[in-house]
Nanobody
Framework: EVQLVESGGGLVQPGGSLRLSCTAS????????VGWFRQAPGKEREGVSG??????YYADTVKGRFTISADNAENTVYLQMNSLKPEDTAVYYCASGRGVHAAAAIMLGGYGMDYWGKGTLVTVSS
């Protein structure tokens, strides 16, 4: 069974940091693009950050604050989130797919992503 499992969400104060993890089972990331997406209640899903063959892409809203990285040995992709803002509050989803670069997947809100995790909630609040 193909699975993507996110972890690391929680409650953090504005200005704080959090690291999300996405671990794949049933397949290896290899040539796959892996991306992070988020959705707040009443809002459409938006791309946050993605990585393709080690090449990262960031949405303008998180550039300079978030860092995506991959540990191929553990088949895990991380999203380090610093300087968190209340508007970062959302359910964060990990997704993966072939044949699309991270930039396209992120800009198009998940285009080309075939596998999705169930999400992890990030709440940024005082």
């Amino acid at each position: 069974e193909v699975q993507l499992v996110e972890s690391g969400g929680g409650l953090v104060q504005p200005g704080g940091s959090l690291r999300l993890s996405c671990t794949a089972s049933g397949f290896t990331f290899d040539d796959y693009t892996v991306g992070w997406f988020r959705q707040a209640p009443g809002k459409e899903r938006e791309g946050v950050s993605g990585i393709t063959n080690g090449d990262p892409y960031y949405a303008d809203t998180v550039k300079g604050r978030f860092t995506i990285s991959a540990d191929n040995a553990e088949n895990t992709v991380y999203l380090q989130m610093n300087s968190l803002k209340p508007e970062d509050t959302a359910v964060y989803y990990c997704a993966s797919g072939r044949g699309v670069h991270a930039a396209a997947a992120i800009m198009l809100g998940g285009y080309g992503m075939d596998y999705w995790g169930k999400g992890t909630l990030v709440t940024v609040s005082s």
